[in-house]
């Protein structure tokens, strides 16, 4: 991941959601809080209906020209110089670093991917950094002490950093206690077409995942890819493992009052 220099001066008062294809079908709810997190802090959060997949499936599978026909379709939706604000590390890398290659010889979209990459964010990153969201002052006397763990996809981590936004914005949550487990480095064994090509290893990974997490007694995994929760969610289920999982959109929310 490269260092990224953030804007300086006034936050902006508009911005697009890019929802990702599993928060639209399956958290919906995480794109919910997360357009709560960002109305609170006084954003008009705009949501273009004709927006799908970042292409990240294809992209991965080794069929980029499938991966180039998916984002081209989502590169018209985000004419205005607002940001884009991504729940997801892991569609975020690939909107951000992947898109721009995608389109490296074309002389119509490669201008156009690299500038909207240059106003992609990953909703932790955007909180942290750009909006520079102080949690310090969270009514936390309704809220009994939870102490949780902490996953990050291993694309979210590696090329976008969003371990640490995550890190130092659950850190921030009074009355929230962040434990750290022998196996959160590791992939939980999603992958996207990894587990259907590999279901054995897969399950084996993320199965080793779930016991690292419910080995430090806490009964919740916190993450901002939908990808992974969905994944160590249920399997924690299928297991009958005491281990619940949550968006990191909506654990902020849930943690801070929601309505200001």
């Not at 804007?7 to 639209?24: I, R």
């Not at 080995?215 to 249920?234: E, K, M, P, Y």
Request: proline residues 7%; glycine residues 10%.
């Amino acid at each position: 991941m490269k260092d990224r220099q953030y804007p300086s001066g006034p936050a902006p008062t508009q911005a697009y959601l890019f929802a990702t294809c599993l928060v639209d079908l399956f958290v919906p709810q995480a794109g919910l809080d997360a357009v709560r997190l960002l109305e609170r802090e006084g954003l008009t959060v705009h949501f273009p209906r004709g927006q799908s997949c970042c292409g990240q499936p294809a992209y991965s599978s080794g069929n980029p020209d499938a991966a180039r026909a998916v984002a081209r379709a989502q590169l018209e939706l985000f004419r205005q110089p607002w940001p884009v604000i991504v729940p997801s590390g892991s569609c975020a890398g690939m909107m951000r670093h992947h898109w721009p290659q995608l389109f490296a010889d074309d002389p119509v979209a490669g201008p156009q991917a690299r500038e909207l990459a240059g106003r992609v964010y990953e909703l932790g990153e955007f909180l942290l950094h750009v909006l520079k969201v102080d949690f310090g002052d969270a009514v936390a006397s309704a809220r009994a002490p939870e102490r949780i763990v902490l996953h990050t996809s291993c694309g979210a981590r590696r090329e976008m950093g969003t371990r640490q936004h995550g890190v130092a914005l659950v850190d921030a949550l009074p009355g929230v206690t962040r434990v750290e487990h022998e196996r959160e480095s590791e992939c939980c064994g999603f992958g996207g077409t990894f587990s259907l090509k590999h279901p054995d290893i897969s399950g084996a990974m993320v199965r080793d995942k779930v016991a690292a997490a419910c080995a430090t007694g806490c009964d919740r995994l916190v993450s901002a890819d939908c990808g992974c929760l969905l994944n160590i969610g249920h399997t924690a289920a299928h297991d009958h493992a005491p281990l619940q999982v949550e968006h990191l959109a909506s654990f902020l929310w849930r943690r801070t009052g929601g309505a200001a």
